[in-house]
């Protein structure tokens, strides 16, 4: 298996990042045009969201055809280019392989429409249960029922996700040898990494049934099967070469199954996404609401992951933002009144734990969410239908926009803010999505704010190569129910790195523990200048240091 420690993964967007064409949809080519960009901030490996064909009712996420790629985003020769171009910059590509679902415009789901029993089986399809009600009580994760009627037969087919993503029956194993061939496919193109969408809900139960809950989760997710599944398809594809980089997105999962997914002894995949940590605005759990986060849980379950994927061997991938999230900074911290300082201690936080981290389009130079008022500026499909559940549970519609600008998907799918030129140098057409208001003062080539938040994850990068230590050192809290500062410490050998960072504007003091102010302090990295290490540690407005200790 690859070594993949030393490795810091960049997500780029493609329909946000840059637009050469002019269409307003960002492409492969202006993925190509910004290598440079990437290269200089000293990533290794490049995760681009779905740009095979595809309807775009869930953005990408709903492929019509897992082998091709979508005329608005380029043609052969632009992917083979930009995998020829990332090599020669040290960079390889990441693919997004949706196999829990198709799009209904995909060629089986169609075939299987007209009749062909052959692709029915590909689906979940169902008879209504003998009391008329739905084949399962279950409910599809962007809203409504997770069953939907199959043309004009008697059936209806499962969708956890929107109703024009159809669930495939991995139980078939001609599903599976389909999708093994996909892998394939674009492993001998020269891919050398997947990040695989919500590859734990793969495996439903045999016999599906009405859920207690009325949610059904437990009815497909991380089932028992789903760990045999994700081993054959590593045996099947990527796990017949030793240098290919896997990730999985695991939706609602534990660190038991965290670490099964991730432990190498088991051959399923290098690391994965968990998503508790960014649950802790969800008032009573639920994501459509606002709520200020809840610090200690945050610490309380980052905690739990690190100690727990170590100690059975697992392997977290690290990140705060993704094309799902809302803006880290936005949610997290000030960025209107400390944007440098926010950024920067959200960044180190991440980059210093045990994993590997992902940087999510425009973090690296403080882009925020946007500010948009109108339901109509946003695309998102999850979004739109939050907009109408809110509706009919009597929501005003200030409040629901209040909702809207914290939660929706597109916070985060704004174009990147490359200038301060129209539409952010981002397109000379008209964008896809709106560019935040901010871009004049946000962007690559802002000197005051955006460029010294690059600089700084720059230099986060450079240091996890240099330091052993932040790729493989132990992880331990240091006063865990501390209210407002997240630190922690890394062991290797007889070597450790503390880390200290402030979430809060007003500041704030820690209590360094004997053993470790005894030792002999290297200032590392801080976003307040260099400093000495004291027993009784003042730290500043979202501010962040690591110090080397001896
Ligand atoms: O919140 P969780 O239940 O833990 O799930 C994690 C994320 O899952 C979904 O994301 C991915 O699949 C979707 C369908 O293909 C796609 O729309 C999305 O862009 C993918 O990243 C879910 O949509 C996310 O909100 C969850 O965060």
Redesign the pocket.
């Known amino acids: 298996m690859a070594n993949f420690h030393d490795k810091v993964v960049y997500q780029a967007y493609p329909k946000s990042f840059k637009d050469t064409d002019g269409n307003g949809v960002g492409d492969l080519k202006g993925v190509k045009e910004k290598l440079p960009y990437l290269a200089d901030l000293g990533v290794d490996m490049l995760w681009l969201?779905p740009f095979y064909i595809s309807p775009q009712n869930?953005?990408?996420?709903?492929v019509a055809d897992y082998t091709s790629i979508d005329p608005l985003f380029g043609t052969w020769e632009d992917f083979d280019s930009l995998v020829e171009e990332a090599n020669k910059h040290g960079i390889d590509l990441m693919l997004?392989m949706?196999l829990?679902?198709t799009s209904t415009e995909h060629e089986w789901f169609q075939k299987a429409l007209a009749g062909e029993e052959k692709y029915q089986d590909y689906y979940i399809l169902r008879e209504l249960q003998e009391d008329g009600s739905l084949p399962t009580n279950w409910e599809s994760?962007?809203g409504g029922k997770a069953w939907s009627k199959f043309g004009d037969t008697d059936k209806y087919y499962l969708h956890?996700?929107?109703v024009t993503?159809a669930d495939l029956d991995w139980r078939n194993p001609e599903v599976r040898e389909e999708l093994y061939k996909v892998v394939n496919f674009w492993l001998e193109k020269g891919v050398k990494g997947f990040r695989f969408?919500?590859i734990n809900?793969i495996g439903k139960d045999e016999e599906l049934k009405d859920a207690d809950d009325g949610v059904g989760?437990s009815h497909y997710?991380d089932t028992p099967i789903v760990h045999e599944y994700i081993h054959e398809l590593n045996q099947r594809t990527y796990g017949q070469y030793d240098d290919i980089i896997t990730v999985g997105?695991?939706?609602?999962?534990t660190v038991e199954h965290g670490i099964k997914y991730s432990n190498p002894d088991r051959e399923e995949m290098s690391m994965i996404?968990?998503?508790?940590h960014?649950?802790v605005d969800y008032k009573e759990g639920e994501?459509w609401t606002t709520m200020p986060f809840d610090f200690l849980e945050l610490k309380r379950i980052l905690d739990e992951w690190q100690v727990g994927m170590d100690e059975g061997g697992g392997w977290n991938a690290l990140f705060l933002n993704?094309?799902?999230?809302p803006r880290a900074n936005s949610r997290f911290g000030d960025p209107e009144n400390y944007p440098v300082e926010t950024s920067t201690m959200l960044a180190q936080t991440i980059h210093f734990l045990r994993g590997t981290p992902y940087i999510y389009q425009g973090e690296e130079i403080g882009m925020t969410n946007p500010d948009f008022d109108d339901i109509d500026d946003y695309v998102d499909?999850?979004t739109h239908n939050a907009y109408k559940e809110l509706k009919e549970k009597g929501l005003s519609e200030d409040e629901i926009m209040d909702i809207i600008k914290a939660k929706s998907?597109d916070t985060s799918r704004t174009p990147m803010q490359w200038d301060d030129s129209k539409h952010a140098g981002f397109t000379d057409g008209e964008p896809w999505l709106k560019v935040a208001e901010n871009y004049k003062t946000i962007n690559t080539e802002n000197e005051e704010n955006s460029r010294k938040i690059y600089n700084y994850y720059k230099e986060l990068i450079r240091l996890r190569k240099e330091y052993p230590i932040i790729q493989e050192g132990d992880y331990e809290a240091l006063e865990l129910d501390h209210p407002s500062i997240f630190a922690y410490v890394r062991t290797l050998d007889n070597e450790k790195l503390l880390v200290l960072n402030h979430f809060y504007a007003e500041e704030d003091s820690i209590t360094i523990p004997d053993e470790l102010a005894e030792m002999n302090a290297t200032y590392l990295i801080g976003n307040s200048g260099e400093r000495q290490l004291e027993s009784s540690f003042k730290m500043g407005p979202y501010e962040t240091i690591a110090f080397l200790l001896k």
């Open positions: 969201n869930d953005n990408g996420y709903d997004d949706v829990n679902h994760k962007f956890l996700y929107d993503q969408d919500v809900v989760k997710t997105e695991m939706s609602s999962t996404f968990s998503f508790h960014l649950k994501k993704n094309h799902d999230q499909v999850e998907r």
